[in-house]
């Protein structure tokens, strides 16, 4: 009878053992995670300057609203625009900065001439020497070409692209700045463009 409940007891605590490695063996926190997932974050700003009167307006994108804010540009006129990301009332663009190579940002202008630059300075331009794309310089030529159609700014973060350019190429009525392949989606903001 000793024998059954030691051999008992004996198979238990080894059950217990490989359900406690089975548990850790699926634990992927020596994986590569993604720093920023996108249900962790709820507002991606744009902090827009005109650069002849220092005038700045912050534009909030709210994650999962049915409405877009209209940021108002005017033709002609030169804007330095900043993304600011934030979890709540967290700031969390400084977690991309920190994890800058594995992030990439992709400007769309659908139905906008403007002319962008990235302005990244050290803390936010990869090793590759590509920039992330959170400072930006906008040459605003004609904010909304087409009345007809919706004049928009499509903003996508990329968490652990393949491969990344800062490129730009004719979409459609607009100007898309950036080219990535792979990765996933971090966020993706939209904003309408009004003048």
């Known amino acids: 009878m000793k024998n059954i409940f030691k051999n008992t ?3 238990v605590a080894l059950l217990i053992i490989a359900f406690s490695f089975s548990l850790t063996s699926c634990n992927r926190s020596d994986d590569e995670k993604d720093d920023l997932p996108q249900e962790e974050l709820s507002d991606v700003l744009l902090k827009v300057t005109d650069a ?4 700045t307006v912050t534009y909030d994108y709210q ?7 209209n940021v108002k540009l005017v033709d002609g006129h030169t804007y330095n625009v900043e993304v600011i990301f934030k979890n709540g009332d967290e700031d969390a663009t400084e977690e991309i900065r920190t994890a800058k190579d594995e992030h990439f940002l992709v400007y769309n ?3 906008s001439d ?6 990244d300075d050290a803390s936010s331009t990869r090793a590759d020497g590509k920039h992330v794309g959170l400072k930006t310089k906008w ?9 007809a159609a919706t004049s928009q700014l499509v903003l996508t973060l990329y968490h652990e692209p393949v491969s990344v350019s800062e490129a730009s190429a004719v979409s459609g009525n607009g ?8 990765g996933e989606t971090d966020a993706q903001a939209l904003y309408n463009i009004i003048n």
């Open 114 to 119: 403007i002319v962008m630059t990235r302005t």
């Open 109 to 111: 202008f659908p139905n």
């Open 9 to 11: 007891t004996l198979i």
């Open 175 to 182: 100007v898309v700045y950036g080219i990535q392949s792979g």
């Open 52 to 55: 002849a009167t220092q005038t």
């Open 139 to 147: 040459v605003v030529n004609t904010a909304v070409k087409n009345s």
């Open 63 to 69: 994650v999962n609203s049915t409405t877009n804010p």
